[in-house]
């Protein structure tokens, strides 16, 4: 299913692509450039290409946001919802300085990104060159247990306005793709397993 979900979305995301703007139109709006792949995820800002979303992963007494994190980096690359290749690294990279290269698969296409933000709550990445959304978007994925011991992950994006970001935004691929991380990820606590 997870297959057939990824391979729908690269289908949809290069339909929409390319067929979105007649060729005269306007790519872009003037907006000034974000950090290059050598910056730690900035703070998040909120504008019309950014998104902000909060995602349950079940409720526990013994899971806190630091657990689920080490869980999550632990596992990165059997639970992310993008297969990634990030050269010898067998979970979530460590953020240094030249950041880590990862390649996200979706279908066809191979999406870089580095790994410029890890904490004992969250990890951040930034698209490179090359990525379907453009380069220099920011995501974050934070996690925490709220006082009704209730996990949750939230995924902040944002950076410079590009087509592919706008289209996967508005279609709803990205907060799929989101949605289906959050609940790997509970089912992976829910079992133990994280």
């Known amino acids: 299913m ?14 929409v692509v390319a067929t979105s703007l007649p060729a005269h139109a306007s790519t872009a709006p003037d907006v000034p450039r974000a950090s290059t792949a050598t910056t730690a995820v900035s703070n998040y800002v909120s504008s019309p290409l950014s998104y902000e979303y909060d995602y349950s992963l079940g409720s526990s007494f013994f899971y806190t946001g630091e657990s689920v994190m080490s869980g999550a980096a632990r596992t990165f690359l059997s639970t992310f919802p ?3 290749n990030c050269g010898s690294y067998s979970q979530l990279p460590p953020a240094q300085t030249p950041p880590v290269r990862c390649n996200l698969s979706v279908g066809p296409l ?3 990104i580095a790994v410029v933000s890890r904490t004992t709550t969250s990890f951040g990445f930034l698209s490179l060159p090359g990525h379907a959304e453009g380069a ?47 609940n790997t990820l509970r089912t992976e606590i829910s079992n133990g397993r994280l």
Request: net charge positive.
């Open 136 to 182: 220099d978007r920011n995501i974050r994925f934070t996690f925490y247990r709220t006082p009704t011991f209730e996990l949750r992950m939230r995924v902040e994006g944002w950076g410079p306005w590009t087509l592919g970001a706008a289209t996967s935004i508005s279609t709803g691929v990205v907060n799929t793709m989101w949605q289906t991380y959050a």
């Open 2 to 15: 997870r297959k057939r979900f990824l391979h729908a979305a690269a289908l949809s995301l290069v339909a």
């Open 82 to 84: 993008v297969p990634a």
């Open 110 to 112: 191979w999406n870089p």
